[in-house]
């Protein structure tokens, strides 16, 4: 168990739809990330907050957006959503320079 | 951006067989992370590397990280079906806390 939870686990929709992806990191983490996986593209950072700022962005497209709370929990806004969409999305907290990142279990979005 | 390149990117072998795959890059990397991803699960660290030429050793894993540090191997020693997973290579560039992932090399190890 890493400690990060991600609600929900699956999530079907249809494309044109919104849905918002939730993520507790472990306690004492500040730092959140989300990543995108598929097939064919791997694992893709997305966007990094630290202490409910955004610290770094990755591949993320204008459709989606993120925020963390004051109670450092964040969640992954995804908009306009369209068929290539579907993946596992996971979220991760800790990390630092050379700290590992502890990862959570995911969800996995399938857009029909 | 780097782009870390894995191969194989597909590896079936028998239990108690040896194996190395391996994570190249064209850049040079401040360090660099092996993670294991199961089924339904998220990546889980095994090891980070900082140092040109480092070696580590984890059980039956060993990891090495390049002289230039550009390039890294991960070898099992007599695979077990509990290595059975995707290993992915992770690396941060100077100073930052973005992580780049390698597309992974999945294995299956056959009892």
């Known amino acids: 168990d890493s400690g990060v939870t991600q609600t929900p686990k699956h999530l079907i929709t249809a494309t044109g739809q919104r849905v918002t992806l939730r993520c507790s990191p472990r306690s004492g983490d500040l730092s959140v990330y989300w990543y995108q996986q598929s097939l064919d593209q791997g694992l893709q950072f997305l966007i990094q907050y630290y202490n409910g700022e955004e610290r770094a962005k990755g591949n993320i497209l204008e459709r989606f957006s993120a925020q963390q709370f004051p109670d450092l929990h964040s969640e992954l806004n995804l908009s306009s959503l369209e068929l290539g969409d579907s993946a596992l999305y996971f979220c991760?907290?800790?990390?630092?320079?050379?700290?590992?990142?502890?990862f959570g279990d995911g969800t996995r979005l399938s857009i029909l | 951006t780097q782009l870390l390149e894995q191969s194989p990117q597909f590896l079936s072998i028998q239990e108690g067989e040896n194996l190395t795959v391996y994570c190249n890059s064209s850049?040079?990397?401040?360090?660099l992370q092996w993670y294991r991803q199961e089924p339904g699960e998220g990546p889980v660290l095994l090891v980070t590397v900082v140092t040109g030429g480092e070696v580590k050793k984890l059980k039956r894993l060993t990891f090495q990280f390049g002289d230039a540090r550009k390039d890294s191997s991960l070898h099992i020693t007599a695979a077990q079906p509990g290595d059975t997973g995707l290993y992915l290579c992770?690396?941060?560039?100077?100073?930052?806390?973005?992580?780049?992932f390698g597309k992974g090399t999945k294995l299956s190890v056959i009892p």
């Open positions: 992770a690396a941060g560039g100077a100073g930052s806390y973005q992580l780049t």
């Open positions: 850049s040079v990397f401040s360090s």
């Open positions: 991760a907290s800790g990390g630092g320079l050379l700290g590992p990142q502890h």
